[in-house]
């Protein structure tokens, strides 16, 4: 791997890239509390096997994208930045996977580009149409999404998680995630005004569009440790893809799959941009 800054105009997104240059594009979008080292072992990986794989640190992660304004942070603005990294890297096609807040953006980028998006790859994130259903509908994920409420408040929420050496903060990791990965995320969030920037993507409020079914070829990995995302979410969302559509299970995981299970993440991944076309 080697890093990368990628100039969209008005901003820069570091990234980490992999893989000949001529090779199939795949784009990688961390979530949160995570930047794109997160996927460091699938980035080898398909790298290995002929990919051209870029993960960024998206909007507020990096610091020559980080605006003050929550507002900023929109999810129409979080999806025009993945168009704007993909043009800048002279893609006109490319995979496209994501993780936590990564595969939201993933997905919405997905119904918005569906020439664009040869491939979706979401890990833990339901479709949106999903979540927001059974936000509805299920008691049991209205509770397990109170912290998107709760995170909203500033800046309470990260004078919290910065206490104490970032405890609350590390606690989020729970041991699932590398000791040495989970140090450089919190290194990376206690810059100034890191951890603000990625706390508004939970304050931006919400899209002002509804998100349609989705057309492209999709693969979700959900995991049944997940504390974010229950099953009654990850059920539905096969009603909102109407492309060929994988769904899988991963037992005994919890929410930081990437990290936690990355061999059997890989294979998914592997097998699902194989069964989808060569580039």
């Known amino acids: 791997m080697t890093r990368l800054s990628i100039s969209t105009g008005a901003r820069v997104f570091d990234a980490l890239v992999a893989g000949p240059p001529e090779g199939r594009p795949v784009l990688l979008l961390h979530g949160f509390p995570q930047t794109g080292l997160v996927w460091q072992r699938q980035i080898a990986a398909l790298a290995s096997h002929g990919y051209r794989v870029v993960a960024p640190n998206q909007r507020g992660y990096s610091p020559g994208a980080r605006p003050r304004r929550p507002e900023d942070y929109r999810i129409d603005l979080l999806v025009d930045d993945v168009g704007a990294i993909s043009e800048e890297l002279g893609w006109a096609a490319f995979d496209l996977v994501g993780h936590d807040w990564g595969g939201a953006v993933a997905w919405w980028t997905a119904h918005a580009h569906p020439g664009r998006v040869r491939t979706l790859t979401v890990v833990s994130t339901p479709h949106p149409g999903a979540l927001a259903t059974t936000l509805r509908t299920d008691q049991d994920q209205r509770k397990r999404s109170r912290y998107m409420i709760d995170w909203r408040e500033a800046p309470a929420t990260e004078e919290r998680m910065l206490a104490h050496d970032a405890r609350e903060l ?19 969030l206690s810059q100034p005004g890191a951890l603000t920037a990625a706390l508004n993507w939970y ?38 893809v109407k492309g060929p559509y994988r769904f899988e299970t991963l037992q005994g995981v919890s929410h930081w799959v990437p990290e936690e299970a990355p061999e059997a993440l890989t294979r998914l991944l592997l097998d699902h941009l194989r069964a989808h076309g060569e580039y």
């Open 170 to 188: 590390r606690n989020l990791y729970a041991g699932k995630v590398p000791q040495d990965s989970a140090e450089a995320y919190v290194c990376h």
């Open 203 to 240: 304050r931006a409020g919400r899209p002002d569009d509804a998100i349609g079914v989705i057309d492209v070829p999709t693969l979700y990995v959900w995991s049944t440790e997940d504390s974010a995302f229950g099953p009654a979410a990850a059920e539905e969302t096969g009603r909102w």
